[in-house]
């Protein structure tokens, strides 16, 4: 079992940055690989960022280069900075585990979620 935490969302302009953390418990964070989603009103969840447990990073088109993952073995704790955020990142953002070590931008290979934040940018 794993337990994902969510933290850090909240109400900013266009333009400004904000971190998400995402506080992982219940076996050991460092073999398992991690992802951000997001889904906002009406529309598909959708893939923003992984990370394996060794480093390795990816991300969708639409963040590539405003944001960037992160993770800490030894916090537990994965991060998404989030930067020259744009009114279209508005969404509800959810941290994801996969346990059985697969990395995807399919959210059908994370098997455990955390409970998601609100992010909203105004213009």
């Known amino acids: 079992q794993v337990h994902l935490v969510v933290s850090g969302g909240g109400l900013v302009q266009a333009g400004a940055s904000l971190r998400l953390s995402c506080a992982a418990s219940g076996r050991t964070f460092s073999n398992i690989n991690m992802a951000w989603f997001r889904q906002a009103p009406e529309k598909e969840r959708e893939f923003v960022a992984a990370i394996r447990w060794s480093g390795g990073s990816y991300y969708a088109d639409s963040v590539k280069a405003r944001f960037t993952i992160s993770r800490d073995n030894a916090k537990n704790t994965v991060y998404l900075q989030m930067d020259s955020l744009k009114p279209e990142d508005t969404a509800v953002y959810y941290c994801?585990?996969?346990?059985?070590?697969?990395?995807?931008?399919?959210?059908?290979?994370?098997?455990?979620w955390g409970q998601g934040t609100q992010v909203t940018v105004s213009s």
């Open positions: 994801a585990a996969s346990s059985l070590g697969y990395i995807s931008e399919r959210s059908t290979v994370y098997d455990y």
